[in-house]
Structure formats: C-alpha cells, structure tokens
C-alpha cells in the first residue's frame, strides 16, 4: 500500500481491548495515586511514606543476621540503605555506612540496609564478599521499597528516634565524610555527629 506520496504505510491494525486484568490494575493504581495526592503528599509515590511522616511497622528478613521488625529500632535515629547487588553505585556507597558504623560517634544512631533484590542468594553473595557487618535485611515483597520510595537505588533515608522520615537521599554519597556528617546532624537535630 502506498499513502499517496511514494511512501509505504503499514496496514491498520485495529486497537485490542486491555483484559479485564489489566483495565483493573489501572483502575487499582489510578485510585491508590489519587488517595496519595489528596493527602497532600507532594512527590510521593502511592504507598510511599512523605517526610515527616511515620514509617508503618513491619518484618525486615536477615540476610546476615537474624531477622527484626522496625519497630526494634525505635528510640534511636535510623540511618536506611536502600540498595541491590547489580547496582555498582549500591556497592560503592556500602563501604562508606560500614566505615561509618565503626566511628564512635555512630552509636547515637543505627544503619541498617535493605536489599531490593528478588534472589536473596545474589545479595548474601554481596555481603559475604564484602565482609559486611551492618545488619542487611531482604525486601522480597516490595513492602520496604515502595514505603521508603525507592524508585531510583542507592537510596538512603533517614529516620528519627519516632520512627518518622526526616530525609531521603537519593545516589551514592561519602556517608563517612564531613558533608555526610553535617547532614545527619542536621536530620537528627544534632543527636548526631
């Protein structure tokens, strides 16, 4: 077929109707982003906890160690690496919180990581070759990912002694260096150096 000009068109297609399925998994999220956005929760994702908010309860699997809840951590500010084994800039920055854990002035607040991968075996790899001592826990339902907003790894996001959000940084940072240190000073209301 030609379109009149010498130029071939493909013939039409006629548009498939979405499944029932799929019409209702849009109608599902559209619903969940509209609650999210009549909360008055700007840049958040749906499900996605906003700064200042409280992050819900819920069960962190161990990946080198025995598994917590986060309500375990309460009473002390929370430093939350969000990462996988594929992401090299994940890599990198985890040598720096692991740096950061051994200062002294770190016992004011804890780190923990969160692994976004679906095979728990490639992130216990990661932290066997790496020697990791910071407590590493498995997301294996998204539940942790979604709520913290991680959208875009490495992530990390701070938390106060109240278990509400006070920041997100989003990329690989210098977590042992001063920059780092003035920012969670600052996130922790100087409980932290």
Known sequence: MTNGRGLESLPHRPRRAPSR????????A?????RSAQAGSPGTRPGEVAIGEALLDGSLTGLNGPSHRLSDFRGHPLIINVWASWCGPCRQEMASLERLAWRGDARSFAIIGISTDDDAAA????LASTNATIDHFIDQRLFWESMLGASR???TVLV???GRVVGRVVGAQQWDGPDAAKLIARAFDGTAR
């Open 153 to 155: 790894l490495p992530l």
């Open 160 to 162: 106060d002694a109240r």
């Open 30 to 34: 559209s619903l969940a982003w509209a």
């Open 123 to 126: 992130a216990k790899r990661l």
């Open 21 to 28: 399925r799929g019409a209702l998994a849009w109608i599902v």
